[in-house]
């Protein structure tokens, strides 16, 4: 059903194959089994005559809510079931000191967040396209990362840009195949799905750029990534898009509040922030 929605506001270049399919029913089955088992408390469906035809799920990890999925099926949208479903997940999260929405370019989502109060909007661009590695630096210090021995670099990262450990949710996000997580030790992390960060945390815009560099290398030849939710904090980003002959481009903005890290060196997950 997310897919559904969501399908037409970002328009696939071509059909996805069979195994693209079913790789994609996997993955998100297992991303909301995970939150259903993390976060009862922030998963609504809205249902119409024994059909799903709307959702939204809500994460809470340490101090800091995020907004993880939210979706209405085209047939049943301007019927005020978004609003009722996105007042629940907000709910969830009104008691924690910090927020974190990632808005699609969808102009009703957006004019919801905008007026959620205690939210300020954070402009961002996406890059995209088949990266040209002729630019990249001939030596990179990242490395193939392990949950377990490379937890305390993934918690220190994650709370220093956005306040709250990405750590309980990893292993599902890595789950699956062409998904590697790489490392710098001490300095960051990322979670790489097919050549593009689907998560970069960094102390140092050096370790950021690596770590980029790193997850497009991963990419296999002629394949397209897309690095999503780049603010102007985030200029490094660009500046490695851009060599890599990435095209530039407006995204969704984020809407923040409260007690979160700078958000810098910092590209999030749009499952889990």
């Known amino acids: ?23 994609r029913v996997v993955a998100g089955t297992a991303r909301v089994a995970h939150l259903q088992r993390t976060d009862p408390g922030g998963c609504w ?13 809500g994460l809470i990890r340490e101090g800091v809510w ?18 009722r479903l996105y007042a629940a997940a ?7 000191p910090g927020g974190i929405i990632l808005s699609s370019v969808h102009p009703a989502a957006i004019r919801a967040y905008a007026r959620t109060p205690g939210y300020r909007l954070v402009p961002a661009v996406s890059l995209a396209g088949a990266p040209d590695m002729a630019c990249a630096p001939a030596t990179l210090r990242c490395r193939p990362g392990d949950l377990a021995t490379d937890a305390p670099t993934i918690e220190a990262t994650s709370r220093h840009v956005r306040g709250a450990s ?5 292993p599902t996000m890595l789950d699956g195949p062409q998904r590697t997580l790489l490392v710098i030790d001490g300095e960051g992390f990322a979670c790489v799905r097919h050549g593009t960060p689907a998560l970069l945390a960094a102390r140092t815009e050096a370790a950021a750029e690596d770590l ?8 296999p030849p002629g394949r397209e990534v897309t690095v999503d939710f780049v603010t102007a904090e985030n200029g490094w980003a660009v500046r490695v898009g851009l060599q890599a ?5 407006p995204d969704g903005p984020m809407f923040v509040r409260g007690e979160i890290g700078p958000l810098a060196p910092y590209l999030p997950s749009g499952a889990y922030l």
């Open 45 to 57: 469906v809205a249902e119409a005559g024994g059909q799903i035809v709307g959702t939204a799920l």
């Open 166 to 170: 990405h750590l309980p949710d990893l």
């Open 90 to 96: 907000v709910a969830y999260g009104e008691g924690e």
């Open 245 to 249: 002959q990435l095209t530039i481009a």
């Open 212 to 219: 980029l560099w790193g997850a497009l290398r991963c990419c």
């Open 66 to 83: 995020g907004f993880s999925l939210f979706g209405v099926l085209p047939a049943f949208q301007g019927e005020g079931i978004g609003r």
């Open 1 to 23: 059903m997310a897919h559904a929605a969501l399908e037409a506001l970002y328009p696939e270049p071509q059909p996805p194959t069979p195994a693209e399919v079913s790789e």
